[in-house]
């Protein structure tokens, strides 16, 4: 799987919208970009997922570069329960896509 | 419906100790992995099973480290002659036919004294 590099940590004000970049320069065609948060002391929590094209769900936007060396992971309206760490991970599609190779990702702190 | 789930949450062993962590994931999924996070870390991979087979264990630290799934279902971590480095959480996550994606359970905290 693909390295992927984050900045270890981003400050947020409540409200405004927090832009988590992630670097994924070595990503194969087949690899998809995923986001997970984890709060502390819980297990990783799946956020959304993208191949080329931005995606949208209730939680977050993801913003691909075209050339998919980089992606963005926005939250619209950041509120303190977003302060978590969130992960960038690359790897393929499918059920026999087998491991993910977590970094140390980008803590998040969302202040008030 | 239930997600996966991890017993015990905690458990506190003595080094040499030999310990079982289980993990119970969500019903019809055919993928497990296995993850160990160190604080302040990312989770680290262990192993991956599709089925009751382990399709990639080249996670595992050492022979003291084995996991099983022998019926397709519920996995169970087995650590042998604990040490101390051992100490760390343990993440398991399933995921389903079709998907990558992994849905974590809430992971057993084991401290090896």
């Known amino acids: 799987d693909a390295k992927t590099t984050q900045p270890p940590s981003m400050d947020c004000a409540e409200g405004r919208a927090a832009n988590l970049p992630c670097n994924h320069s070595t990503i194969s065609g087949n690899e998809y970009v995923y986001w997970y948060r984890q709060i502390h002391s819980q297990g990783p929590q799946y956020i959304i997922h993208g191949l080329k094209n931005n995606e949208t769900n209730e939680m977050a936007s993801l913003i691909i570069t075209e050339d998919r060396k980089s992606s963005t992971l926005i939250l619209p309206h950041a509120t303190l329960r977003d302060t978590a760490v969130y992960y960038c991970i690359v790897r393929a599609f499918g059920t026999n896509a087998g491991k993910s190779t977590f970094g140390d990702g980008t803590t998040l702190t969302v202040k008030p | 419906g239930a997600g996966v789930s991890q017993t015990p949450s905690n458990k506190v062993t003595e080094k040499g100790k030999y310990v079982e962590l289980r993990c119970d994931p969500i019903?019809?999924?055919?993928?497990l992995y296995w993850y160990r996070q160190s604080l302040g870390q990312g989770p680290e991979f262990l192993i991956y099973?599709?089925?009751?087979?382990?399709?990639?264990d080249s996670g595992l630290p050492n022979d003291r480290f084995f996991a099983v799934r022998p019926e397709g279902s519920v996995s169970t971590l087995k650590i042998q002659r604990t040490e101390r480095g051992d100490s760390a959480m343990y993440l398991c996550?399933?995921?389903?036919?079709?998907?990558?994606?992994?849905?974590f359970g809430p992971g057993t905290r084991l401290t090896v004294l």
């Open positions: 099973f599709q089925g009751t087979g382990a399709a990639d």
């Open positions: 019903s019809g999924h055919t993928a």
């Open positions: 996550a399933s995921s389903s036919t079709g998907s990558s994606e992994q849905f």
